[in-house]
């Protein structure tokens, strides 16, 4: 039964403490909050950024060193520049807590976080007298995640969002929609995709299964029959398989030009190497999962793999359209001058080949 069913409960109150709500977060735990939220911190990886698509950032009173001085690779900070200029609540990244003193400062009607579990939440409610509601990315494993819906959903109702949440669930259900409806009925090229990142920058051996994109476009990935999630792999194996298509993560590209110098004779080997079908994504996964950015990666893909399916799109176009709709800025050109952007990658030369 969706969380939302059950948890997201608003029990009306008038208490002694001046709270008046009491919310259910994606952890279960029951949290009171004021009747009007109107400053609001996030921490942890991703929960700014839900907090953009709900277009909420002037509730924002404080943001991360990690948000403020790391924007590479993040769509939402280069729709909101401003938010950089915020005063800190602490380092941010990976397992990093905020800190206590400057959220006490800063006092902020609800403090949202990802990726903690209870105890750690409640220690850091506790010690800051700030209340704090945990979000969730989900699985990821698709673009239809219902507990990422159940968070947008939650978000909304505390903000006072309400309605844009509704539309920013229903506009990632609609282009999950589209791309399922575009590849039905037809058979799907074998594809991979390397340069993912994990714990770092790795080449072209470090692939994904059940890779988001290729899942939303019926994609034969061939990494799948490793199993789910992150998987690093020899390249002889990449070799066996010999994927008709290979898509790079452009975050990687340099270590993959790089070896490709190293080993040429190796890539030359590989049928979408000779047959000039490496092509360049965008990365999404910086500080969690770029809805948008994955999004528009899938449209990118779909045009190379199912060119008259695809036919009425440009990619670049729709990747703004996206951003747009997500964040109220298209930035797609910044993200290609950080990246490089949709293309073919020439490996001898190095360069990507946009609009191919």
Same mark, same amino acid.
């Given at each position: 039964?969706?969380?939302?069913?059950?948890?997201?409960?608003?029990?009306?109150?008038?208490?002694l403490?001046?709270?008046? #709500?009491?919310?259910? %977060?994606?952890?279960?735990?029951e949290?009171? @909050?004021?009747? !009007?939220? /109107? $400053?609001?911190?996030?921490?942890?990886?991703?929960?700014?950024?839900?907090?953009?698509?709900?277009?909420?950032?002037?509730m924002?009173?404080?943001?991360?060193?990690?948000?403020?001085?790391?924007?590479?690779?993040?769509?939402?900070?280069?729709?909101?520049?401003?938010?950089?200029?915020?005063?800190?609540?602490g380092p941010?990244?990976?397992?990093?807590?905020?800190?206590?003193?400057?959220?006490?400062?800063?006092?902020?009607?609800?403090?949202?976080?990802?990726?903690v579990?209870?105890?750690?939440?409640?220690?850091?409610?506790?010690?800051?007298?700030?209340?704090?509601?945990?979000?969730?990315?989900?699985?990821?494993?698709?673009?239809?995640? #219902?507990?990422?819906? %159940?968070?947008?959903?939650?978000?909304?109702? @505390?903000?006072? !969002?309400? /309605? $844009?949440?509704?539309?920013?669930?229903?506009?990632?259900?609609?282009?999950?929609?589209?791309?399922?409806?575009?590849?039905?009925?037809?058979?799907?090229?074998?594809?991979?995709?390397?340069g993912?990142?994990?714990?770092?920058?790795?080449?072209?051996?470090?692939?994904?299964?059940?890779?988001?994109p290729?899942?939303?476009l019926?994609?034969?990935?061939?990494?799948?029959?490793?199993?789910?999630?992150?998987?690093?792999?020899?390249?002889?194996?990449?070799?066996?398989?010999?994927?008709?298509?290979?898509?790079?993560?452009?975050?990687?590209?340099?270590m993959v030009?790089?070896?490709?110098?190293?080993?040429?004779?190796f890539?030359?080997?590989?049928?979408a190497?000779?047959?000039?079908?490496?092509?360049?994504?965008?990365?999404?996964?910086?500080?969690?999962?770029?809805?948008?950015t994955?999004?528009?990666?899938?449209?990118?893909?779909g045009?190379?793999?199912?060119?008259?399916?695809?036919?009425?799109?440009?990619?670049?176009?729709?990747?703004?359209?996206?951003?747009?709709?997500?964040?109220?800025?298209?930035?797609?050109?910044?993200?290609?001058?950080q990246?490089?952007?949709?293309?073919?990658?020439?490996?001898?030369?190095?360069?990507?080949?946009?609009?191919?």
């Amino acid at each position: 039964m969706r969380f939302k069913r059950f948890l997201l409960v608003f029990l009306i109150f008038v208490s002694l403490s001046g709270f008046s #709500e009491v919310v259910m %977060d994606l952890l279960g735990r029951e949290v009171e @909050i004021p009747s !009007k939220v /109107e $400053r609001i911190v996030a921490a942890g990886p991703g929960a700014l950024r839900l907090i953009v698509y709900l277009n909420a950032t002037d509730m924002v009173v404080g943001v991360e060193d990690f948000e403020r001085l790391r924007p590479l690779g993040r769509p939402y900070i280069l729709a909101h520049p401003e938010l950089k200029e915020l005063p800190r609540i602490g380092p941010g990244g990976p397992g990093k807590l905020p800190d206590m003193e400057a959220l006490v400062v800063l006092n902020p009607d609800v403090l949202f976080m990802t990726y903690v579990d209870v105890k750690t939440a409640q220690d850091v409610q506790e010690k800051t007298g700030i209340p704090v509601i945990v979000l969730s990315y989900g699985d990821l494993g698709t673009f239809d995640d #219902e507990e990422l819906f %159940d968070s947008i959903e939650l978000l909304g109702k @505390i903000l006072g !969002k309400e /309605e $844009r949440a509704r539309e920013v669930i229903e506009f990632i259900k609609q282009i999950q929609e589209d791309l399922s409806r575009r590849t039905e009925n037809i058979e799907s090229p074998t594809v991979y995709v390397g340069g993912i990142g994990y714990r770092g920058v790795h080449g072209i051996e470090s692939t994904m299964a059940h890779y988001p994109p290729f899942v939303a476009l019926r994609a034969r990935n061939v990494v799948d029959e490793l199993g789910e999630g992150h998987k690093f792999i020899d390249l002889e194996k990449l070799l066996e398989w010999n994927p008709e298509y290979i898509f790079i993560d452009e975050n990687a590209l340099s270590m993959v030009l790089e070896d490709y110098r190293k080993r040429g004779e190796f890539y030359e080997l590989l049928d979408a190497v000779k047959e000039k079908r490496v092509f360049g994504i965008l990365p999404y996964n910086y500080y969690t999962t770029n809805i948008g950015t994955a999004l528009a990666d899938a449209y990118f893909i779909g045009k190379i793999l199912y060119p008259k399916r695809f036919e009425d799109i440009d990619p670049e176009k729709k990747a703004n359209e996206i951003y747009e709709f997500l964040l109220g800025k298209a930035v797609y050109e910044e993200m290609a001058k950080q990246f490089g952007g949709f293309g073919r990658i020439d490996l001898s030369s190095g360069k990507i080949l946009r609009g191919e």
